[in-house]
């Protein structure tokens, strides 16, 4: 917290955002500067945008096992779970008017969802327990002879806890009801394959996997009926009008194929474990939020009671590392985290978040000089803190 | 998204800890976010003339804390209790509109605290 010159660049919010690869970049700029026909022009400028594009839309099927025709481009991640559920809703609105997801689904499923339920959809939000996981159980319970789709995460953004999203998917499916799931964290840094998981519908963003921003991709399983929710040309099928994003979409196949060429899981649980540990150790009351094992590799969500985590925030930008919080302090809303709320986490204590997410690259230097300056930082944060004076008053109280 | 101003009491805050045998004590709690502020004060022929604080809440929380004790030293009560939380943000360079309510809260400590060393002096 003095003012430390900002020398270092720790990144660490890689849930939030990734820095776009040097190879995404190059093959960006080619396309820019030389692939600028329209995709659905005749001569040879325009074919060669469309090879380019069917070459982008091979690499992101294959890093999730689909083929290549089952995967619609969008404009991101929001854009894909917006289609998903509106698509399906539309296209099987005369057939019900049920809708299950869960309480721990990205703003783009939730508002989604919100925004149906005004138009007078039902909707059923599924609890998690302690850990952050939906229960299989809970999703047959709440399956309806009215329910048209079911609509759960693989992965939580803020905690990495990973759902079982297969058993769920067999069980939609046993009841004739289109899965869908939100992968956006999953993909690329854990083995995603639609076939494993039977579902019909999954959403992956460009920007999670080291590709530029505003563009992802919604995998639809043939045979799936869903109706577009963007009128215009012919483009994607019709499923996404509007004349292509070459340079995004290059991007994007580029990021997917390195990804998929690429996904270490054990060496980034290995550094976040490290971290933890380190943590635990010389920080007393910190706490992990998220499941300890079914999580992504490179997620760590901690609680470290009696700091509030916008203060951390910038302190540790002081420091140079980035990261995010949980805290109701750093919303717009002034809401605590309403993923931690939905696992019980009390306010007082989502209010004092870190998520650390770390990448591809991220060091063991990166790592350590974490594990040394953050004892400090929270030292000193704690001594102005009038919770971390009560506990301490407590604590003697009962000794 | 905040200004230097406050981002330089965020990092150095002034007057911060307890204090021993304050005169008065704030203790104010935010509805908003839930967040917690104490402020100390130290009174001599009506003029405060030490103040500290101890909060947990965010930046601005921590800098609106830090610039309201620096305000209020040697002021007379009657004055104090004219410093608002707008004096408070203005001090600072101002606050984003979302982090008004933690100056606010910085106000309610003060008042709180003047409130308290009055209740003990009568
Ligand atoms: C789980 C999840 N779903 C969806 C999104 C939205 O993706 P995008 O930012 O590309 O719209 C994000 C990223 O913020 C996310 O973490
Ligand atoms: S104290 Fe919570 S937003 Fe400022």
Redesign the pocket.
Known sequence: MNNVKKTLKIYLDN??TTPIHPEVIREMENALEFTYGNPSTLYSIGKEAKAKLEEARTRVASIIGAKSEEIVFTG????A?NLAIFGICKAYRNKGNHIITSKIE?D??WNTCKSLERDGIDITYLPVDSYGMVDPEELKKAIRPDTIIISI?HS??ETGTIQPVNDMARIAKDGGIPFHT?A??SIGKIKVNVEDLGVNLL?I?S??IYGP?GI?ALYIRKGTRIQPILFGGHQEKGYRPGTENVPGIVGFGKAAEIADKNIETEGLAFLRDHLYNALKEKIERIRLNGHPTKRLPNTLNVSIEFVEGEGMVLALDDLGISVGTGSACATATLEPSYVLAAMGVPPQIAHCTLRFSLGRDTTDGDIDYIIEVMPEMVKKMRGFSPLYKEYLRRRKETV | MYSEKVMEHFRNPRNMGEMENPDGIGKVGNPVCGDVMELYIKVKNNIIIDARFQTFGCGAAIATSSMVTELVKGKSIDEALEISNKAVADALGGLPPVKIHCSVLAEEALKSAIEDYRKKIS
């Open positions: 849930n939030a991101g991640g929001t854009e779970n990205h783009s499923v995460m939580n953004n939100d956006v964290q959403s963003a920007h999670k921003k992802g």
